[in-house]
């Protein structure tokens, strides 16, 4: 398989293409006229660091969107900053995003975090920490060059961040977030595991998290309001999550 571009990101949250489609490598050079395709700022106009590799998938109207989140978590320091990160879908359709204030992108939100309770077939008890996320259509046409999520539920400082790629399974994106912790019984910190439509980044319309461990996914695992779109993890910080298929269905696993 012949690979015509590679997308890397940078500390000042630049998200560059390299043009790799000439058969010699002298060819190769940065795309977009040397460019970046996006740089990532939040809504204080603060650039985003880009330290987890970025992931690519298929758009359905031609060229491809590319997934990241921002954060690092490298020095010592870093564990304090505060900074709002945030995940991103950018739509690579030939052409720079050149605007800086994310007007081009549809946004999602985390709308509600909270602790539900959810039963099984026997009446059994399964509590977990969980959120529920917007589901806004993209405007495409309209448009739109892709989504973003900024990593803050309400009534919450910022702080999480993402340092670990992405899995893209069918229409779905799954990644895990950081949130650095000096509370010696979380590990480091806590993360959260996301799963949101990878076209849009909106909510799910059915449970994929199996809350009552029965290895079904149904109304049982539905809770109170919407289908859940993350799920807090009870291991401290986690790794790009494992994507197992049994017997046809699907799992998402917790660590790698």
């Given at each position: 398989?012949a690979?015509?571009?590679?997308?890397?990101?940078?500390?000042?949250?630049?998200?560059?293409?390299?043009?790799?489609?000439?058969t010699s490598?002298?060819?190769?050079q940065?795309?977009?006229?040397?460019?970046?395709?996006?740089?990532a700022?939040?809504?204080?106009?603060?650039?985003?660091?880009i330290?987890?590799?970025?992931?690519?998938?298929?758009?359905?109207?031609?060229?491809?969107?590319v997934?990241?989140?921002?954060?690092?978590?490298?020095?010592?320091?870093d564990?304090?900053?505060?900074?709002?990160?945030?995940?991103?879908?950018?739509w690579?359709?030939?052409?720079?995003?050149?605007?800086?204030?994310?007007?081009?992108?549809?946004?999602?939100?985390?709308?509600?975090?909270?602790?539900?309770?959810?039963?099984?077939a026997?009446g059994?008890?399964f509590?977990?920490?969980?959120?529920?996320?917007?589901?806004?259509?993209?405007?495409?046409?309209?448009?739109?060059?892709g989504?973003?999520?900024?990593?803050?539920?309400p009534?919450?400082?910022?702080?999480e961040?993402i340092v670990?790629?992405?899995?893209?399974?069918?229409?779905?994106?799954?990644?895990?977030?950081?949130?650095?912790?000096?509370?010696?019984?979380?590990?480091?910190?806590?993360?959260w595991?996301?799963?949101?439509?990878?076209?849009?980044?909106a909510?799910?319309?059915?449970?994929v998290?199996?809350?009552?461990?029965?290895?079904?996914?149904?109304?049982?695992?539905a809770?109170?309001?919407?289908?859940k779109?993350?799920?807090?993890?009870?291991?401290?910080?986690?790794?790009?999550?494992?994507?197992?298929?049994?017997r046809?269905?699907?799992n998402?696993?917790?660590?790698t």
């Open positions: 398989m690979v015509d571009a590679v997308y890397a990101g940078d500390l000042q949250g630049n998200l560059w293409e390299f043009d790799l489609s000439s490598a002298a060819g190769w940065l795309a977009n006229s040397g460019n970046p395709l996006f740089t700022r939040n809504s204080l106009n603060e650039v985003q660091p330290t987890s590799q970025p992931q690519v998938g298929v758009h359905t109207d031609g060229g491809v969107l997934y990241f989140g921002t954060g690092q978590y490298l020095a010592n320091s564990s304090a900053n505060t900074q709002v990160q945030t995940y991103y879908a950018i690579d359709n030939g052409l720079p995003i050149s605007t800086t204030d994310r007007s081009q992108l549809q946004q999602q939100s985390i709308t509600l975090q909270n602790r539900q309770t959810f039963l099984d026997n059994n008890e509590s977990f920490d969980v959120r529920e996320s917007s589901a806004n259509t993209v405007d495409y046409a309209g448009g739109k060059r989504w973003y999520m900024d990593l803050q539920p009534a919450t400082a910022g702080g961040r670990s790629r992405s899995l893209l399974i069918a229409d779905r994106v799954i990644f895990v977030t950081v949130v650095p912790s000096t509370d010696r019984c979380e590990a480091g910190g806590v993360s595991l996301f799963e949101l439509n990878s076209l849009t980044g909510r799910l319309e059915n449970s998290f199996d809350f009552n461990n029965d290895g079904a996914f149904n109304g049982l695992d809770g109170v309001g919407p289908p779109s993350a799920l807090k993890l009870d291991i401290g910080i986690s790794k790009t999550p494992v994507y197992l298929n049994t046809g269905g699907s998402e696993g917790k660590d």
